[in-house]
């Protein structure tokens, strides 16, 4: 079937353009000796998954146990887990998970890793362990490479786990004081008789950027793949990089200027961007999606020289794609103008 005659609001991805974006980025990778972890945040598909494996990615990352444990039913072997994991059940869940796959995770306090280390004491099969570090983005981290030396030690004494080195979600556009923050950091770890394996950067934003951070082994972009509004004007490409798109019906035209939509908040999500409205009409780009209520997109076509009618279909490509990801049960995937697949997005709703 054309994906215009598909029931609206639905997701629609254009399979070329993701792949496109996912080899880019991979021989970007290749070329520059940098492994990729990709984040399936983005996306939620083990079917896509696969594909950034095969076309060279060493694992993937996913946020939180639930996505892991569904891409780990898919048959991923290898899973990064940048989350501090607390409570009991959820420990209880990631020893499983560690029996499984090859698993690691991060900490950035005393009773992250002393979780870790109640819950895994099999010397002979311990679990990696990377410390999280504030390098400037001021979330989650330790604030000096002194705290970093400090749990690393910690870990390091523990029999179950294993020290496996240094990650971050870097602020945008300060790779090198990314890198120096690394550098200090493994000196002062690697004179203290620790090893850093492994140094794990991320981000999307700054990926074609990524090789300056010369410490780090590997990468974790996540919304390369898709792409979206945020991204483009972070300087990721173009909106024509933009794979995927909500296809919205027009319901309702109460003036000249003014046209609803079937795809509020519940379908576009309600993040901004640099870029004005809501998301981007791909075919009114001069109209603005004003505002989001549950089930109501409002936008403004003062700007446009034509107008849709009541009943007429449009494709919005939002403003920050990862959460509409995780908005519908399917995606579909086409071709031109055919759908050639409607898939589940099988870590939808893992938010624990």
Sequence with gaps: ???????????????????????????????HGLPLRPHVKTHKLPLF???????????????KLGEAEAMADAGIADIFIPYNIVGADKLDRLNALHRRLTLSVSADSRPTVEGYAGHFTD???????LIECDTGAKRCGVQSPQEALELARLIDAAPGLHFEGLMTYPPRGKGAEVDQWFK???????????????????????LYAAAEVTSATEHRPGTYIYSDRMQVSFGLGTLEDCAL????????????????????????????SDAPGHGHIVDYPQAVVTGLSEEHAVVDLSGCATKPAVGDKVRVIPNHVCVVSNLFDAVHLIDGQEVIARVPVAARGRVT
């Design 1 to 31: 079937m054309k994906f215009i005659d598909l029931d609206t609001p639905a997701v629609i991805i254009d399979r070329n353009i993701a792949d496109a974006n996912l080899r880019r980025a991979q021989d970007y990778a290749d070329a």
């Design 245 to 272: 798109s909500v296809l919205a019906t027009v319901v309702s035209r109460p003036t000249p200027d003014r046209a609803v939509l079937d795809a509020g908040s519940k379908a576009l999500a309600a993040d901004r």
């Design 123 to 129: 010397a002979s099969h311990p679990l990696p362990v």
């Design 184 to 206: 200090s950091a493994k000196k002062m770890l690697n004179d203290a008789g620790l090893e850093v394996a492994r140094i794990s950067n991320g981000g999307s934003p700054d």
């Design 49 to 63: 998954a696969k594909r950034q494996i095969e076309l060279g990615a060493v694992g993937i990352t996913c946020q």
